[in-house]
């Protein structure tokens, strides 16, 4: 049963949070957009935020302006990290580990969106696919230890895009490689994010671990995600629902991650995001979870799949 009433009627806001002094949040691709805001939202109640992204000067300049907004004590970093480069996540990881004591929450984040032509990763994935699946699955377990200890949080960032494409994953041709078409195949990469979360609850729960596994989206949030990578067909609908108001705000978009990776009395084998017109936007609270998500035949095969692809065999 869904539980729309869990914050009141106004859904899950920044007012919900405490001090979040002593606790610390990595966060992929957080240097625009919703990653941006988040890290706002959790700086302005004490937290230390990491930042793994893939651009140093972004990175520096997005540090700046969170320095002149919370002052220059505010605990912000970056570790320099490309979710399209499997190497660089291994070496990222490495760092993170040497510098980071405790992870509260690991927020994945970071993602490309409706590429019109296909490309590929440098190891060889179909793009969207690489970096926010591929990409996120390999951190996370990279990481996994070190959230284990700290009993946090792994948050995955997917989309109601999820929805849109053939509600499988297209295991004879993960790449693409006949049917390329953007829509389809962002869909399929935010579909495979939530199905490796929802088996890593089981694999969490069969172990006996201590990590909390949430899904959520951020709804149609007004980011650069679609402006830059996306055909002219895709950035020209996007422009039209931004003018007629129906795109949230990006701060709006961070709201359901920040939720996920601090509200106590979550349910974990759920979907989180805003509940208003299609999704789009209004107040945060657990939207329907499709039943097709949870096929334990296909996020069974998916997850032996991204091990091997990702050359990573999770430890529990």
């Known amino acids: 049963m869904i539980d729309k009433n869990l914050f009141g009627p106004k859904g899950w806001t920044p007012e919900n949070l405490s001090d979040l002094q002593g606790k610390t949040y990595l966060i992929t691709g957080a240097n625009t957009g919703a990653g941006f805001q988040a890290t706002r939202i959790l700086l302005a109640k004490g937290a230390q935020v ?4 893939r651009n140093p000067a972004k990175s520096e300049a997005a540090i700046t302006e969170l320095k002149s907004e919370f002052g220059v004590t505010a605990q912000v970093t970056f570790i320099t990290m490309d979710l399209a480069e499997l190497a660089s996540i291994r070496k990222a990881a490495i760092e993170v580990l040497k510098k980071v004591p405790q992870i509260d929450a690991l927020i994945c984040n970071g993602a490309i969106a409706q590429i019109a032509q296909q490309q590929h990763t440098v190891d060889g994935f179909e793009s969207q696919l690489g970096v926010n699946h591929y990409g996120h699955f390999l951190l996370s377990g990279l990481l996994f230890e ?34 390329y078409h953007p829509n389809k195949v962002y869909s399929q990469s935010k579909l495979a994010q939530m199905m490796f979360a929802y088996k890593l609850q ?31 067909a895709t950035r020209l609908s996007w422009s039209v629902m931004v003018k007629l108001g129906l795109a949230q705000s990006a701060e709006k978009g961070a709201y359901p991650e920040v939720m996920c990776a ?6 974990q084998r759920a979907y989180y995001g ?13 939207c329907k979870l499709e039943s097709f998500v949870l096929e334990d035949e296909v996020l069974t095969k998916l997850w032996a799949l991204s091990e091997k692809e990702t050359d990573h065999i999770w430890s529990f």
């Not at 805003?274 to 657990?286: D, H, I, S």
Request: proline share 3%; net charge positive; aromatic share 4%.
């Open 50 to 53: 990491v930042m793994l992204n």
């Open 146 to 179: 070190r959230i284990d200890q700290s009993k946090g949080r792994i948050v995955v960032v997917s989309s109601e895009g999820h929805k849109m494409g053939l509600r499988n994953i297209q295991f004879d041709d993960m790449n693409w490689d006949k049917n």
């Open 202 to 232: 089981d694999k969490v729960k069969q172990h006996g671990k201590h990590v909390e596994v949430y899904v959520c989206h951020p709804g149609a949030s007004n980011t650069s995600l679609i402006r830059e990578s996306s055909s002219l």
């Open 262 to 267: 601090t509200a106590e009395n979550l349910k």
């Open 274 to 286: 805003p509940t208003g017109l299609m999704n789009f936007g209004g107040p945060v609270a657990e």
